[in-house]
Each structure stands twice: as C-alpha cells, then as structure tokens.
C-alpha cells in the first residue's frame, strides 16, 4: 500500500516499469539510431558541436566517458543496442588507435565501418607537453609505423585527417608517408601541427628537413578544408588542391623558416588555384623573396574569399602582399601586425586590395607594442583610413592589442551584416 501511495505521488516519466515491460524497448530503432548519432557524431546530421566541450577547447571529449568510449558503452548496453550500432557504420569512423599495440579496438571500428568514409585522429607525443589537453588521447611515436600499415592502404576511404606531433621527426615522417599514398580521393578535411613543448601556440625554433613532398602524390580531389601548423610542403609542386572545391585554407609557418616558404610564382599561383577558397588564414607565411623582388603589376583575385586573416606581418610586408592581392567579395578582415610603420601604404595597399562596398567587418591588431605606441598606430590608419572621404565603407573598424581577443572575433561571426551564412563555412 505505502509503495502504491509513492508511486502514485511521482510523475509518469519516473514511475518504474511493471513486469518486463520497458518504455525504452517501445522506441523504434530508427529514433534510437537518431540519438546514437546525436551523441556521437552530431555532424553527421547537422548539428555542431559545442566548441566549449570539444577536444580544441581544452576540455574533455564528449565521445569518452570514464575512460570508455561511448560506442563501446551504447554497444554493450544490451542485445538490441549493440545489434544497432554493428549496423551503423557512421557510428565508428572515428579511429584514433590510443587502444595501442595490436590496436584491436581500432581495426575492429574499422572493419565495422564497412565502406564508410574515416576519420583519422592521430596525436603523437614524445613528451608532456600543454600542447596536448587530453593525456590519454596520444600515441607513442613508436606505434607510428604499425598505424601507418593500417591506415595508408585504406587512404582512399579517409574522410578527414587530423595529425599533431610534439616533434618534428614524427612530422616529417609523417609528411614522406603521406607523400607515398596514393590518391586520397574522399578526403574533405586535413590538418597537420607542430605542438612543441611550450604550447601549439609559441614559434620555437626547430629543424625541419630540407627535402620537402607533396601528400598523396598531388591527388585529393574532394579536399575542403587543410590547415598545416609548420608544417611545410613542397609548394612548387603542391597542386593536389588547385581546381578542387577547397574552401578554407590556414597555413602557420615559423619565423626561421622562411626558406621553406614558397616564392612569389609559387605563392600566387597556389592562392590562385583555390577557385572555391572562401576562408584564407595566413600567419608568418607568404612569399619567401624580399617585397622589393615582387614582380610589379602582378595581382591575384580571389573572388570567393569572404573572410582573411593574416597574422604576425610587419606593416611593410603586409602593405606589399595586399598590394598583389585582390578581393572583391570580402566581407572579413583581420590583420595582426608586429610593426607601426608604414601605415599609409597599408591603408593604400588595403583599399585597392578590397571592395569598398562589401567590407563590413575591419579589426586591426598588434602584438608586442607598447601599449602608447599601437594606439598611435591605430589613431594614424584610421584617420587615414577616414580621408578616404567615403571611398572605403566599412561598418565596424576596431583595433586590439590582445591576440585572444583577435582569435575570438574570427569564431564569433554571427553578425548579420557580415552576410554570411552556415553553408559558407567548412
């Protein structure tokens, strides 16, 4: 009688089943599936992920939960569960192999996987290091060979690539076995980064070898996203993207290297391959001969570019590269730069860089400069940018000192009058 009086005083939803009946069981399994997928991999239906919960924020990973893996969880949950999920290839493509040696788990996910395309996550690590978040999401440079025999033969099946080392003997091995594969013809998305012991975030100084190469041998037809993190390529034959549908392109490149760069011929002629690219982030990187060497009256247009950031430029070099660059259809820009001079050719150089009726959105920012002298800085371009008398309409010019702020406005795009829309992102 007393458990009746309780059950009767809670709400449907927590009164507990009678018998062997269970409301979970009534669920179709195309509604389960639904919510699998959701949990796991909710890109696959549209929906993003919360960037404050991915494994880039810093935070733990929504796919692990105590140490487990949620397919594993969901698969061992019961009979019914587990026979769904060995049914849904989508459920398992993203391998990481942090199982180690003989990596079972990860061969099993992929022959689950049947013909669907993979998601490669590799995090190399020789030493702690606060470039990597997740100390259990790494391998040991000595299990990279035996990935590489599982993983190189089946690269015609990778969807996304992702490859982050804290040394630069795994990045340019990994760079000569990517050279080796063949064509990667359902690759979308690629990403390689150095991530040195002081943070993914500080230009070390480190070796690299001379002898560059190209992925894939110059095939991925389907490429829409690369980032490299000094990472460097063999740009005067790195075509592999040149006439794809390659929409987002960031490349970050060392200081010291800048021998490795590509030359102004290579340089345009890459940018000039993107006929899709509609986001460009450059930092430290662009062509590797002095400014007062580039060939006068050569221009590049990229009409598709909306959003540019370019990064860690002195103003001389800056002015120079928009000087040899047109777009007409950019609504984006932010510029971080390490000097004050030169401001007058920067603006000239900006102006017939842009359109001035598309540009809405203009921050400008510096890194390393006293405080008095980035705000004399700033007080100079905008008044020079202000007797244009009207040639260059923009509706919000800001300028910032502090590079997380800088980086945060590049995530935070929801302006309406930026005009763009989800479908113009990767």
Same mark, same amino acid.
Request: a negative charge; glycine letters at 6%; charged letters at 25%.
């Given at each position: ?42 890109? #696959? ?243 590797? #001969? ?95 940018? #202000? ?40």
């Amino acid at each position: 009688m007393a458990q009746e009086s309780v059950a009767g005083c809670q709400p449907p939803y927590m009164t507990p089943p009678v018998g062997d009946d269970c409301p979970v069981e009534r669920i179709p399994d195309e509604i389960i599936l639904y919510i699998f997928t959701i949990i796991v991999a909710p890109s #696959e239906i549209g929906i993003r992920a919360n960037p404050d919960t991915s494994e880039e924020g810093g935070k733990a990973s929504p796919s692990t939960l105590v140490g487990r893996k949620l397919q594993d969880i969901i698969a061992h949950v019961c009979g019914r569960w587990r026979a769904i999920a060995l049914e849904m290839p989508s459920l398992w493509k993203c391998i990481d192999f942090t199982d180690g040696p003989p990596f079972d788990r990860s061969q099993a996910w992929i022959k689950r996987t049947k013909d669907y395309p993979l998601d490669i996550v590799l995090q190399c690590k020789r030493t702690r290091s606060i470039g990597f978040e997740d100390e259990e999401s790494h391998i040991d440079p000595c299990d990279l060979p035996a990935i590489l025999d599982i993983i190189l033969p089946r690269v015609s099946r990778w969807g996304s690539f992702s490859f982050a080392a804290d040394d630069t003997r795994e990045i340019n091995d990994m760079v000569f076995a990517l050279s080796t594969a063949g064509e990667a013809s359902e690759l979308k998305s690629m990403i390689l980064s150095y991530r040195g012991a002081l943070g993914w975030y500080r230009f070390v100084p480190f070796e690299v070898e001379e002898q560059l190469y190209v992925p894939f041998r110059g095939r991925a037809p389907k490429l829409l996203k690369l980032e490299l993190d000094r990472v460097h390529l063999d740009w005067a034959q790195s075509s592999f993207f040149h006439g794809s549908s390659l929409a987002h392109l960031k490349v970050i490149s060392n200081p010291s290297h800048l021998t490795l760069r590509p030359s102004f011929h290579d340089f345009t002629r890459t940018l000039g391959g993107c006929s899709n690219l509609s986001q460009l982030s450059l930092t430290n990187f662009g062509p590797s #001969e002095d400014v007062s060497s580039w060939p006068t009256g050569s221009v590049t247009e990229l009409p598709s570019l909306k959003r540019l950031t370019l990064s860690s430029f002195n103003t001389f070099y800056l002015a120079g590269l928009l000087r040899h660059l047109r777009f007409p259809n950019l609504r984006v820009m932010m510029a971080m730069m390490t000097t004050t001079t030169h401001t007058d050719d920067l603006v000239a150089s900006l102006c017939s860089a842009i359109s001035p009726t598309k540009l809405v959105d203009l921050q400008l920012a510096w890194v390393h400069i006293a405080k008095r002298e980035r705000d004399a800085a700033a007080n100079r371009l905008l008044a020079s940018i #202000e007797c244009l008398d009207g040639v260059l309409h923009i509706d919000r010019i800001t300028t910032e000192m502090v590079f997380n702020a800088f980086t945060a406005r590049w995530k935070q795009m929801d302006d309406p009058r930026c005009g763009l829309t989800d479908d113009d992102e990767c």
